[in-house]
């Protein structure tokens, strides 16, 4: 089927899963539940802007994709996944439109549950932070609920959010809004990492390949023994560690530069920065695009 017919061809059925906003991280959530058989791609009904954005979603994963914002939140569980400043464009568009019993999860960094409930004029409204390691169904959310959430909603949740991976119910926004800082950005700040190791290690002389090897098995070794020793981190770092050593030469580098104080000063950007975005007026659809 093409993108073009599956536009045509929104089911009349009620979708399961509805996403308003077809970019990286619905694509990740899709993987994820189709994935795990949570949902089947049949039962997904994507609204997305972009033509070619639709026709991508529909080809990989066989979502059913369309134009109209309001046909996907029809669906029982809909997913707000656009960017900060396209929120306000969203909200007008579905405000009161929403059947009484939708369960909204939106994953918007930023934009509070207030916000979503008034610009909805829908009660319950659940936020929630997953990163983009979904994919692999090794996200970690961390969300909460609106007040009245009922306990079959929050059920229904609890088991969309566990298909990507660890979930965490906070008691409150600001917790929320901490993972944003931490959990959200991390796969940007590993992999920033990975590319800066391979960059040092071909300057050592490494070939390219070799390099990313010695770095990517390194760090997934050291993941695993986290893990599974359930040692602390720090305990694990003095293992390597021994008085006078090589390991040591390095880490006193790392602190000497401040390397931990700068990571500090990362997350707080991003909490501040997530913050800001959800504080900024949200825009009217006449200033962004129509979905
Ligand atoms: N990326 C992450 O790691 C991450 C992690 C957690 C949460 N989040 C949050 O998840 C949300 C989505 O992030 P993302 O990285 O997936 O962004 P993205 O790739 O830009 O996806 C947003 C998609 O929505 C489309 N869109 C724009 N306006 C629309 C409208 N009115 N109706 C329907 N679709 C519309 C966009 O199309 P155009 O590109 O044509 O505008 C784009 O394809 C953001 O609020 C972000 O804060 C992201």
């Known amino acids: 089927m093409t993108a073009e017919s599956s536009d045509a061809a929104v089911p009349s059925r009620r979708p399961a899963l509805g996403f308003i906003g077809g970019g990286v991280m619905a694509e990740a959530l899709i993987e994820a539940v189709t994935g795990s058989c949570l949902a089947p791609p049949g039962t997904i009904l994507v609204g997305e802007v972009d033509e070619e954005r639709r026709r991508v979603l529909h080809e990989r994963h066989g979502v059913e994709v369309t134009a109209d914002n309001l046909a996907a939140a029809a669906a029982e569980l809909v997913v707000l996944a656009v960017k900060p400043q396209q929120s306000g464009v969203v909200l007008q568009q579905l405000r009161g439109q929403l059947r009484e019993d939708t369960i909204v999860v939106s994953i918007i960094a930023g934009t509070r549950l207030q916000t979503l409930c008034e610009g909805l004029e829908h009660p319950f409204v659940v936020r929630a932070m997953p990163n983009t390691p979904a994919r692999v169904r090794k996200a970690a959310t961390f969300w909460c609920a609106s007040a009245g959430s009922s306990k079959p909603a ?46 040092a290690g071909v300057v050592l002389g490494l070939p390219r390949d070799q390099a990313t090897l010695a770095t990517v098995e390194s760090m997934r070794g050291s993941m695993e023994l986290l893990h599974r020793t359930q040692e602390s981190p720090a305990a694990l770092r003095k293992q390597v560690t021994s008085p006078g050593g090589a390991t040591l030469a390095g880490l006193k580098v790392l602190e000497s530069a401040g390397v931990r104080e700068t990571m500090g000063a990362a997350v707080r950007a991003v909490h501040a920065r997530a913050q800001e975005l959800g504080r900024q007026p949200l825009a009217s659809p006449e200033s962004g695009k129509e979905g």
Do not use: K, N, Q
Request: proline share 4%; hydrophobic share 60%.
């Open 154 to 199: 929050l059920l229904r949740v609890r088991s969309l959010l566990g298909a990507l991976g660890t979930e965490v119910e906070v008691a409150d926004e600001a917790g929320v809004e901490m993972a944003t800082g931490l959990a959200g950005p991390m796969p940007a700040f590993v992999f920033f990492l990975i590319e800066a190791f391979i960059d």
